[in-house]
């Protein structure tokens, strides 16, 4: 698929995660806002009013959040440039089908990146096969969207990319660690060798990263929010997303 295609175009979206999640006031959040409920900073045009200062005006999770393209897909596609406000008949419809459509797209991103790697070639034909199988599901209707089990949907890609990622990393040569799923908040990790491991779903809120080395480790799902990842090395980094390192700290040294 092409990059625009799972990258967000805000300009082609009613605003919709401006509206349809729920957030708590927190470190993320400066109000709380019900689900449903357009945020006080979501102009008349679906753009918003602070998008330059989001951070300073207390809305960081705004800025590390990544649909990946979803939010145009629900609004041009499933619902074909219509928007809850000027058809207000589609709001709730149309507010539950975007994380429906985010998993999708998120699963979308996972499997491309996947089909990137040389060292998955044997796995190409069913990664393929995932993908256009993915993309099928993401033209549905609203009904078919909301019918589908999108964990269980989940649960049936994701040992594919696993096998994906152990053969890119396996390139790592060597012993490799492995935190999947890891408690790793805060942990003091500068200048960890790191090179093909794991990272799955772990938990590297603030960990000191710096200068660690981190060719060829698989990042899927890890949580960054204040990783210090300044000086490390990420070269060939497996599944690292733009909002993970958004969501880290990796200015200079």
Same mark, same amino acid.
């Given at each position: ?8 175009? =805000? ?6 995660c ?9 470190s ?5 806002k019900?689900a449903?409920?357009? =945020?006080p ?7 918003c ?8 005006r207390?809305?960081?999770? =705004?800025?590390?959040?990544?649909c ?13 440039g219509r928007?809850w406000?000027?058809?207000?008949t ?7 089908v ?11 991103w ?7 790697l040389p ?13 256009d199988e ?15 089990? /999108? ?20 390139e790592?040569?060597?012993?490799r660690?492995d ?11 500068r ?12 938990l590297?809120?603030?960990?000191d990263?710096?200068?660690a ?10 949580d ?16 690292l ?7 880290? /700290?990796?200015?200079?040294?």
């Amino acid at each position: 698929m092409k990059e625009l295609e799972l990258r967000a175009d =805000c300009g082609r979206c009613a605003g919709l995660c401006c509206v349809a999640p729920a957030f708590a006031k927190s470190s993320d959040f400066a109000i709380d806002k019900p689900a449903g409920k357009a =945020c006080p900073n979501l102009r008349d045009d679906f753009r918003c009013d602070i998008h330059d200062r989001l951070p300073q005006r207390g809305f960081g999770g =705004c800025v590390v959040f990544d649909c990946f393209g979803a939010g145009q897909q629900v609004t041009q596609v499933t619902y074909g440039g219509r928007d809850w406000r000027a058809t207000p008949t589609i709001a709730p419809g149309m507010f539950a089908v975007l994380p429906v459509m985010r998993q999708l797209h998120e699963l979308l991103w996972y499997v491309t990146q996947a089909l990137e790697l040389p060292a998955a070639r044997r796995l190409h034909p069913e990664l393929t096969a995932a993908r256009d199988e993915t993309l099928a599901r993401t033209a549905g209707t609203p009904e078919e969207l909301l019918a589908l089990d /999108v964990d269980a949907y989940r649960r049936k890609i994701n040992p594919l990319l696993q096998k994906a990622s152990e053969l890119a990393r396996a390139e790592a040569g060597g012993r490799r660690a492995d935190h999947r799923g890891a408690n790793l908040i805060g942990r003091r990790m500068r200048g960890a060798k790191l090179r093909g491991a794991s990272l799955r779903g772990a938990l590297l809120i603030g960990a000191d990263l710096r200068e660690a080395d981190l060719r060829l480790a698989d990042f899927t799902g890890a949580d960054l929010r204040g990783t210090d990842l300044r000086g490390a090395d990420l070269r060939d980094a497996l599944f690292l997303t733009e909002a993970q390192l958004k969501a880290a /700290v990796t200015g200079d040294l």
